[in-house]
């Protein structure tokens, strides 16, 4: 079946350096994607999207990249912050329908 | 509200008893999600509403679990008998539109431990 899944469990950066989170997917028929934020305790986090018909889109302090040719995309946080500290995961769908594949999730550790 | 609003934040309950929980979607929003996240697993898809449209109930793990949704607002998720596997933070998530690539906003979840 569809899965969507992410590299590291754990990633664990020093504050104000830059962090990249990866994630792939298997469904080349999915069409957009979206990164989402989920500290303890609370609900995910909308943080960026992406449509297949972009290579990259930016956000504040944020980008996502998406190389369909191998079906991965990331998340980059620029200068990594106290604050970012938290599970990241991407969800992937298909025009038209409605059900996101979500994946598990790697723990963002911010070093002071 | 803004977003997503979801009651009770937490619930408690023993075995057998039946819990009922709330959800308030974005005004506007036509579609509407359960999940329920384990700990360390991903979301796991429960169910979908669109408008006036059939509920899709195919994640539903059994005939335990229903929801409705009235007035294509609030939403409820019933579950009966309830089980300690059914432990876990059962998310309410709605979008503009559940097909058109919109992002999905999500509650902050509703805690529910079964002793």
């Known amino acids: 079946g569809e899965s969507v899944g992410l590299h590291l469990p754990t990633l664990s950066v020093q504050e104000g350096d830059n962090s990249i989170i990866n994630c792939a997917y298997s469904?080349?028929?999915?069409?957009?994607f979206i990164w989402y934020k989920q500290e303890s305790g609370k609900g995910p986090q909308f943080i960026i999207d992406i449509r297949s018909n972009m290579d990259k889109r930016q956000g504040q302090r944020v980008t996502v990249l998406l190389n369909k040719t191998v079906k991965h995309l990331s998340l980059q946080i620029a200068a990594t912050q106290p604050g970012d500290s938290a599970v990241y995961f991407c969800?992937?769908?298909?025009?038209?329908?409605?059900?996101?594949?979500f994946g598990t999730g790697t723990r963002l550790k911010v070093l002071a | 509200g803004a977003g997503v609003s979801q009651s009770p934040s937490n619930k408690v309950t023993e075995k057998g008893k039946d819990v009922e929980l709330r959800c308030d979607p974005i005004s506007g929003h036509t579609a509407l999600y359960w999940y329920r996240q384990s700990l360390g697993q991903g979301l796991e898809f429960l169910i979908y509403?669109?408008?006036?449209?059939?509920?899709?109930k195919s994640g539903l793990p059994s005939d335990r679990f229903s929801a409705e949704r009235t007035g294509g607002s609030v939403s409820t998720l019933t579950i009966q008998r309830t089980q300690q596997e059914d432990s876990a933070v059962y998310l309410c998530a709605s979008s503009f539109s559940g097909t058109k690539n919109q992002p999905q906003h999500f509650g902050d979840g509703t805690r529910l431990s079964i002793l």
């Open positions: 509403f669109q408008g006036n449209s059939a509920p899709d």
């Open positions: 969800a992937a769908a298909k025009s038209g329908t409605y059900k996101y594949i």
């Open positions: 469904n080349s028929a999915s069409d957009y």
